[in-house]
């Protein structure tokens, strides 16, 4: 399963933006999923999980702005991101994973290529 993430760009504090992560292959309905982002100089750090039922679990640090969700149907999963901050900067990843939450969630696969989020004070 290959994943391509789009939707990133500048952005002002307060801001919206929506990511998109396109799967190719035909297991992605049976995965759950989890996007990942990497701020500059600092580890890649998981943000949201959703099982292939939709259940979410988010990080204490994006809980209430940023919410993910799937579609199977289009081997597609989102993250939509309200009330930007600049620490929000960094690049989103999505992975196929193993487990139900942030603390559970296991990586499987590989990294495909990320989506830049760039906000601005």
């Known amino acids: 399963v290959q994943l391509q993430a789009s939707g990133g760009g500048l952005v002002q504090a307060g801001g919206s933006l929506r990511l998109s992560c396109a799967a190719s292959?035909?297991?992605?309905?049976?995965?759950?999923m989890g996007w990942y982002r990497q701020a500059p100089g600092k580890q890649r750090e998981l943000v949201a999980t959703i099982t292939n039922g939709g259940s979410t679990d988010y990080a204490d640090s994006v809980k209430g702005r940023f919410t993910i969700s799937r579609d199977n149907a289009k081997n597609t999963v989102f993250l939509q991101m309200n009330s930007l901050k600049p620490d929000d900067t960094a690049v989103y990843y999505c992975?196929?994973?193993?487990?139900?939450?942030?603390?559970?969630?296991?990586?499987?696969?590989?990294w495909g290529q990320g989506t830049l989020v760039t906000v601005s004070s």
């Open positions: 292959g035909s297991i992605f309905s049976i995965n759950e």
């Open positions: 992975r196929r994973g193993r487990g139900r939450t942030i603390a559970t969630m296991t990586q499987i696969g590989s």
